[in-house]
């Protein structure tokens, strides 16, 4: 019998810690009372920490976003 892996949920908390390929969420804060919400989902396909910015495949809808860490949480999905 075969165990289901889980994903593994890690908080980026500088840009150089991703590299190119890494599957990342990212999540925007709605309020004290409630979960963050995924706005984006994809993987790395560039990153600029110099001014807070990744660049990702989408997995919805298949083109590059630009994705600002200052706006919203990152979190490596595996």
């Keep these: 019998m ?5 994903a593994q949920i890690t908080r ?4 150089d810690q991703l590299h190119r390929g890494d599957e990342i969420e990212a999540r925007l ?6 979960d963050d919400v995924v ?3 994809g993987s790395v396909q560039e990153t600029a920490p110099g001014i807070g910015v990744v660049w990702i ?8 976003k630009a994705v600002n860490a200052d706006e ?3 979190w490596r999905v595996a």
């Design 2 to 6: 075969l165990k289901e892996a889980k």
């Design 12 to 15: 980026i908390r500088a840009l």
């Design 29 to 34: 804060r709605v309020g004290p009372n409630y």
């Design 39 to 41: 706005i984006r989902r």
């Design 57 to 64: 495949l989408d997995r919805q809808s298949g083109t590059r």
């Design 72 to 74: 919203c949480s990152l």
